[in-house]
């Protein structure tokens, strides 16, 4: 896995575990880059390393916590609007083949653009339970499993909610709006991977 990534110009880190995916972070990548600022978009694989309580504690980033459930819709739009121009994005991704391509479907847009364009540099925590033989099967974990949990997960009113499966609804609360396949990364080593032998995410 770690070889495909990086012949499609991925920078890969392994990681045994949670643990080791957030010292890796802390100690090897994030020093590497210097980063002045950094935001993130929507995953259980980064928050459940650790990671971002132990940056949300830092005094040393500008940050735009795009995690507040506080703020009104309005201020959550522009601060992801604003987390396309920082020095460093983390998130994770729904789906990653054996061929190397990351696959994602979101809600808002702001994760997959992030990955494509913007930040100067992203970082991604991928869980071994993310790798999927090809598009196709990718695509199927999605719609079929990702998805509909992580609906479950954010209490949206959609059919998935109910049957735990994608019905392409057209429920305001849809989640499933923007895919993003990510075959390589231009510009190379822009995009920053730990791959974790461990289950992370949905």
Not at 39 to 44: F, Y
Not at 51 to 63: E, K, P, R, W
Not at 156 to 176: A, L
Request: proline share 3%; charged share 25%; net charge negative.
């Amino acid at each position: 896995m770690k070889e495909n990534l990086e012949n499609n110009n991925f920078e890969v880190f392994i990681a045994e575990n949670a643990e080791t995916a957030k010292d890796i972070a802390l100690n090897d990548i994030i020093p590497s880059m210097a980063p002045k600022s950094l935001s993130w978009g929507g995953s259980m694989s980064f928050v459940g390393t650790g990671l971002f309580h132990a940056l949300m504690d830092n005094q040393d980033f500008d940050i735009i916590n795009t995690f507040d459930k506080s703020i009104s819709m309005e201020e959550m739009l522009e601060r992801r609007r604003q987390s396309l121009m920082v020095d460093l994005f983390i998130t994770g991704t729904n789906a990653v083949t054996e061929a190397g391509q990351l696959v994602n479907l979101d809600m808002i847009g702001n994760r997959v653009a992030a990955m494509m364009w913007g930040p100067k540099n992203v970082l991604l925590v991928i869980g071994r339970n993310k790798i999927c033989a090809d598009l196709e099967d990718a695509m199927f974990r999605i719609k079929n499993y990702a998805a509909p949990v992580n609906a479950m997960n954010l209490n949206k009113k959609t059919p998935c909610m109910k049957t735990g499966v994608c019905h392409d609804c057209s429920s305001p609360d849809r989640i499933c709006n923007y895919w993003g396949i990510i075959e390589k990364c231009f510009i190379k080593k822009r995009i920053k991977i730990i791959l974790v032998n461990e289950d992370m995410g949905f």
